[in-house]
């Protein structure tokens, strides 16, 4: 027993409860979305960082076994430390100083790492500086 006005009540309030389901799954897919690209973000900022490193490292190597630094700036192989996706440069100068009669050399040591384009949302670039006396 059907009364006459309530005739297609259930189909649009379905209708009705589709639509809110609807909205609600394409939030969370936003949602999700939204945090695996910030989580491979903050990955590729991390890479970055240790790859900056890295090439803070190797001027300290280059340093301990020659007394100089390299020819500034320098590449660094990015396939050798398993960064293809980087671009890694090293530089380096040395300024003398005397301290109490005593000569100090000063090394100012910079690695840099860089990935995707610089206008690119997932672009990451990450730079360290080191001071050395001897």
Known sequence: MRRHGQQGSVLALLLVVLAV??????AIVHTAATARSGSLLALQSARAFYAADA???WLHLH????GDCPPSPSALDPVVLGLRDF???????????????RSVRIYYLGGTATSGAAVTADAVSRRIDVVLAQ
């Open 21 to 26: 389901i609807a909205t609600v799954a394409t």
């Open 55 to 57: 090439a803070v490292q």
């Open 63 to 66: 340093i301990a076994r020659s």
């Open 87 to 101: 671009e890694i440069t090293a530089d380096c100068r040395v300024d003398t100083h005397v301290d109490g009669g």
